[in-house]
Every structure is written in structure tokens, then in C-alpha cells.
């Protein structure tokens, strides 16, 4: 019932900037806790960074933390994954989702939830 449609993923310079959207389409965008997600080769997806359905609480990955912001825009039914002073460690596929539950949290996100497609980053050092 709900789509889910990644973009602006590409092959960028480290140390430069990069905006990922999540496009949603289906049920009520405004309802669902959202994440970003990453995977490599060989590697299970981890998470990045999660918003919960009013935009008001969200996790970051220590990974990320202080580089990325996530972000939700429900008039355009859009998540968004501002990715800044990139690392050659940020490539990976990145993956957007979303569930239902009422309470964040990175971990609940499972492959009973919706998923994009994913979108590839690739940063080049």
C-alpha cells in the first residue's frame, strides 16, 4: 500500500556534499516513521538515520552523526537524507522505509516494513 521511491544518489568527491530523496506514495505519508539505510557487498543493511512521524525525533548512526540530517517534508510527501563532508566509508547503496509503529527506534525497521529500491552513492577519494 505503500510506495517507495529513492534518487540522488551518484558518484561525488570525498569531502563534498550530497541530498538523497525518498519519494512516498499510497497511504497517509504523515503517519509512518521513516529511516535511511545502507548496504555494501557482502554486508547486512544498517541504519543511518530515522524520523519518527511527526518530524520531531530522529537518531543518527555514530557513523553519521554530525554529517547527516534527515528530514521530512509532508506536503511533498518527501524524506530527505542531507549527506555532508563525505567519507570514502559512505558507499553504499542507501536504502529509504517506513513503518507504522507510534515509537522510533533504528531497530524495528525490518523486512515486514515498506522499502525503496535503493539508490547507489559512491564516494571517490
Known amino acids: 500500500q505503500v510506495q517507495l521511491v529513492e534518487s540522488g544518489g551518484g558518484v561525488v568527491e570525498a569531502g563534498t556534499s550530497l541530498r538523497l530523496s525518498c519519494a512516498a506514495s499510497g497511504r497517509t505519508f504523515s503517519t509512518y516513521n521513516m529511516g535511511w539505510f545502507r548496504q555494501t557487498p557482502g554486508q547486512e543493511r544498517a541504519w543511518v538515520a530515522v524520523?519518527?512521524?511527526?518530524?520531531?525525533?530522529?537518531y543518527y548512526a555514530n557513523s553519521v552523526k554530525g554529517r547527516f540530517t534527515i528530514s521530512r517534508d509532508k506536503g511533498k510527501n518527501t524524506m530527505y537524507l542531507q549527506m555532508n563532508s563525505l567519507k570514502a566509508e559512505d558507499t553504499a547503496v542507501y536504502y529509504c522505509?517506513?513503518?507504522?509503529?507510534?515509537?522510533?527506534?533504528?531497530?524495528?525497521?525490518?523486512?515486514?516494513?515498506?522499502w525503496g529500491q535503493g539508490t547507489q552513492v559512491t564516494v571517490s577519494s
Open positions: 524520523i519518527n512521524w511527526s518530524g520531531g525525533s530522529t
Open positions: 522505509a517506513a513503518q507504522s509503529r507510534r515509537t522510533l527506534s533504528p531497530t524495528t525497521f525490518n523486512e515486514d516494513d515498506y
